[in-house]
């Protein structure tokens, strides 16, 4: 591709608009272009990027089995509605009437659509293994979109379904698909983790989510140091403390704790360390009200509590609710007389002589004990902190941030069940068709791949995901002696790479900088050296420069290209 008729619009200054370095980047290197909140335009060069990804993405799914379609954007509410989403998917759904006042939705996702045409056509076992994938675009009316092609509202994504006759086959494929999106992010040149994931309202521990490393993550990761647990925060079991507590209870006193509401302010006031009290939360599960006890120092995981409590509805009781059960001012509710059920942190259990509200305005309680008050159910309701060791080998634990690019997901026979998608058994029997789901966030993986390949020139695009290869750049294309040359090499080049010849008559600085922004790995650059019959290679990833005889430039290239990929 030749740079003066290449769409390429880049940018010296930083857009305002952008908070991350990828999205910066991005909008600097003309990769996309904003049209509405959430909803971009992609340019040649960040299509390129993004054909790449989905390149290597249909390859590993072929490979592991799936087969390509194509499904409708545009899907009917009757389907939403029979599998109970139309209501439950809240605003991220974007709803529309056609001209006969149908409704329909645009798709957030193809679980419906895609077992509606299962169901259609699987009649027997023997119609089984099925395996289909999809890259397309999805429609989520997000809440927040930001940082670019990170949190779009319009976005691509590979989504893939399994069906298989049973539990076991189907998670056989599960592992089959764990194994294809370790291959892609891998071949992506991604430094990734697969961390077990919340299942959501379904339970098990079949859920896994891809998460690529990086500071701006929207998600945490705990990992273990010595085994190989790793797993998002919000699913992260947490166990029982070690040794509980030996000191002997001590006599309970109610004290004066004027104005102090929150756990700082009151452990600050009676000279005592959050692990020593204990904070009383009020919830509203489905409406009823519930306290939940947790450790001063420690934060209630509301999706544990959720599934925990098997309810649709969970939030923080309004201060006038928490008023009305606990007779006091917001900041000093305790279990003792507590009229509700409470359900408390298993970190409870091992402690003794603690401090709660005493559900009296300015009054705490010190000294107090677990048989002062009755506890419903001990369980694991917090998120895990450093201080916690690894749940399945007790070693110790780091915790990083992480852009979640894929999630797989054993659905079993939720889809199914609603939809009636059965097929016949070798007995002649009707079965349900067991599910799994497997989601990619194609533009996401590009903004994730820059957001951990970037220095403060620009893009480092890791080889494989690459728009071009290699750029060549002639420094004076006044120069007759210059131009034939390179026009020579863009040639040669070409048959073997993807090149981007700067063939524009720019000051070199710019040229510099604009393929620094680029990044693309690879720069040829025909200089003052020429004269000797020699280019300079530089590799963007280590900035490394070296003079090569053009007779012995494709067997570099070749060689570089080899070092570059995964
Ligand atoms: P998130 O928690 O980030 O909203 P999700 O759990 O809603 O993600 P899935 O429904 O599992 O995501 O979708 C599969 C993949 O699609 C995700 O792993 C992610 O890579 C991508 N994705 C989801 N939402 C967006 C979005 N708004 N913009 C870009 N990519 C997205
Ligand atoms: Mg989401």
Redesign the pocket.
Known sequence: MRYSRYFLPTLKETPAEAEIESHKLMLRAGMIRKLTSGIYSYLPLGLRAVRKVEKIVREEMNRAGAQEVLLPMVQPAELWQASGRWEKYGKELLRFKDRHERDYCLGP?HEEVITDLVRREVRSYRDLPLNLYQIQTKF?D?IRPRFG?????E?I?KDGYSFDVDDTEAEKTYWRMYEAYKSIFTRCGLDFRAVEADTGAIGGSFSHEFMVLADVG?DTIVFCQKCDYAANIEKAEVVEPAKPSSESPKQREEVHTPDKHTVEEVTAFLGIPPQKLVKTILYLADGKPIAILVRGDHEVNEIKLGHLLGCKKLYLAPPEEVKRLTHAEVGFAGPIGLDIPIIADIAIKGMANFVTGANKTDYHFVNVNLNDFKVSKFADLRFITPEDTCPRCGGSLEFKRGI????IFKLGAKYSEKLKATYLDVEGKERYIVMGCY???V??TVAAAIEQNHDKDGIIFPFPIAPFQVYLLPVDVKKQEVVEKAETLYQELSRHWEVLYDDRDERPGVKFKDADLIGIPIRITLGKHLKDGKVEVKIRKTGEMILVLLSELMTSIERLAQTLSP
């Open positions: 996702t989520r997000e092609l990170m949190r779009g509202r976005f994504m929207e979640e690019v894929g999630h989601g990619i966030g533009g996401r």
